[in-house]
């Protein structure tokens, strides 16, 4: 064989490869489609499930994944971009940071579940908050947190430096410089890390089922300090403990639909958002 | 107006700067030249005390302008900054509009008065012999502009705060022919109200734009005397073979 044609050979597998993965990937998706898109209707996005869930919607689950973002990202973008700031802006590149850098990416690779053990010692007996959407949210926002450190960090070091010597030239304090001119040109990029953090932790089971996740409720949570649905439980629950499994399979595919939309739109969302916002950020 | 005695810097274990003593006149364009990596830029960082941003430096010897130490304890940083504007050798608008660049420095030091503002815009950037290039623009984005009208904002942004000095590192090193002309014939205007310092790499640049100029090598001052003097009959056998590009 000559070099033409192994190269032709090598580049016929690795497309091949990539057809695949983009095929399974369809096929996923087209799967929970086909088999959502038959239940879904507006009495099933607006209305309480009945029957034992085998009828009605799911719509006090989207909810609580709705209040469980807000509550979450209330929590974690604050605080994961002032750590940022932190960081990158003002402790320099000393042990210090390096330690707080290794603990946040090891923070990031601690399995979701743990999240939920700890959230459960801490929030919900530690604090005495009970199962509920406040330590739901804590939760998740710990969970989202390395996270949002991470992206919001690489977010400022995008920054040129140049920017930050312009400033200062001009008088301008550090945190001026920051807010004024550091910031506003890391945010598109900061932005999309949020907006992943939140897709990811909207499809996230394991740390919500100890913390607030409940298996029914007769009605909307009507304060933080109450227990919610959600739909990735919701979705658990349908699909292995209803009251009559096979019943309630397609709205567990109706749920399944609603979510992996949810989250398709939050990364649709960010990669436009990048594109977008930093098409007027860049220098030619 | 800045007068340095004695100044030795260091980064870390390396000198940068050997024993320079010098004054600059008000008024005058003083003209550093030099190879790369004689200490030019790192001497001209000196006067608004931007190498306090690196780590791992330091400075012996003294630096007075108009007859203060700027090392010295009571000095605020903020406000020497503000008097003395600077010029880099690429340009750095921020991701802004044009006419946010230029009001940059006036906010930040707590001007909010919108109409002195606009004005104060308006004036720096007829100073900077670009407002009748960008005036249909002002509120575009100043990455819109040229790389020689990037740079002639800078020096508008930094003009706009009314600085007594302007220090300017190689600002027409990363720029075409044309830009360049444009650059030198303004620093000719900007002498009449402010002092210039100027680092350049380029000697004819140096001679057409400067008063007086110093020839720095290895961190040292090799010589320092008129531009005339200094081209046409300089004291040093080193500086003429600098100038007549015989190594550099
Ligand atoms: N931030 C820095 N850290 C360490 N060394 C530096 C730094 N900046 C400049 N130097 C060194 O100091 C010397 C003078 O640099 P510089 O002032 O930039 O020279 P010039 O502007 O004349 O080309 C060079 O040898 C350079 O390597
Ligand atoms: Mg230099």
Redesign the interface.
Known sequence: MNKRTKQKFAFFFFRLFSIIIVGILIAILGFIAVNGIKVINWEFLSSMPKEGMTEGGIFPAIVGTCYLIIGSMIFAVPLGVMAAIYTVEYA?NGKFVRFIRMMTNNLASIPSIVFGLFGMALFVKGLNFGDSIIAGSLTLGLLALPLIIRTSEEALKAV?E??R?????????KL?TIR??VF??ALPNILTGIILSISRVSGETAPILFTVAAYFLPSLPDSIFSQAMALPYHLYVLATSGTDIEASRPMAYGTALVLVVIVLFFNLTATLLRQKLSK????? | MIVTKNINFYYGDFQALKNITMSMDANTVTAFIGPSGCGKSTFLRLF?R?ND?I?GTRLEGECLIKGKNIYDKSINI??????I??V?Q?P????KSVFENVA??L???GIKDKKFIADKVEETLKAAALFEEVKDKLHK?A?ELS?GQ?QRL?IA??LA?EPSILLMDEPASALDPISTAKIEELIHELKKKYTIVIVTHNMQQAARVSDKTGFFMLGELIEYSDTKKMFLNPDKETTQNYITGRFG
């Open positions: 320099g040129p140049s920017y010597t312009g400033s200062y030239a001009l008088g301008a304090t001026q004024k001119v506003p040109c007027n950020m860049k220098n030619k | 608004n931007m941003l780590d903020d406000a020497l900054r503000k008097d504007g600077m880099f690429k750095n608008p921020f991701p940059y420095g906010r930040v030091n984005s990455f790389g990037q800078c942004r930094a705060v």
